[in-house]
């Protein structure tokens, strides 16, 4: 559909625009900058303010090649070598976030960014498909408290539940990526994944600033 055509691979996501025939971008993190700048405006939080871009940029430098990519270099290894280094380093990444996420509410404090919508997307398919299809076996997230608090946090938000279709995905990882899982056999989806576990209270509210201020606060 776009002016001179197009014959290469088509991958997704994409971001077209439906008046002009073309394609705006077609990189994740390019994607949820455009349209938290673009079209969130007056709509929504802004979850890439000034004052955090530098920290957000360092948190994105992180995630995305230890955890986001990470899981992809694990199931996709094709050497034990470069499965090994993957995978210890997506662990190794996993256990500081642990740790980072034991006094803070979200990745920059008490404010959610980009950042935590870029991990979220990976930490709420871990232990739905990375964890079994993609070999990254080491741990599961219900196994880290402060990450699957975390995980429930975001999910609990307005509107973000509505967002995690987990029989598309399962049915898009088990089934479609042929290589991994030949026989397209789906397994159950895990209790930990579904609505009911993933409602539970978080009790991350504790860890906001403003609550640590008012329990310092003198009577």
Known sequence: MRRGGYDGRSTVPMLWDVKRKEVVCNESYGIIEFLNSGFAAGSG???CPVQLRGEIERWNQVI???VNNGVYRCGFAQSQEAYDTAVNELFTTLDKLESHLSTNQYLCGDTLTLSDVCLFTTL????LVYNVLFKCTKRKIIEYPNLYA???DIYQ???VAETCNFEAIMDGYYRTLFPLNPGGIQPIMPLVCQYE???KPHGREVLSLKSKQLQLSPP
Not at 124 to 127: A, K, T, V, Y
Request: hydrophobic fraction near 30%; glycine fraction near 0%; aromatic fraction near 16%.
């Open 150 to 152: 975390y995980t429930r």
């Open 197 to 199: 576990s993933l409602s």
């Open 45 to 47: 939080p802004d979850l």
């Open 157 to 159: 938000m307005p509107k």
């Open 124 to 127: 709420i398919r871990f232990d």
């Open 64 to 66: 995305y090649p230890a």
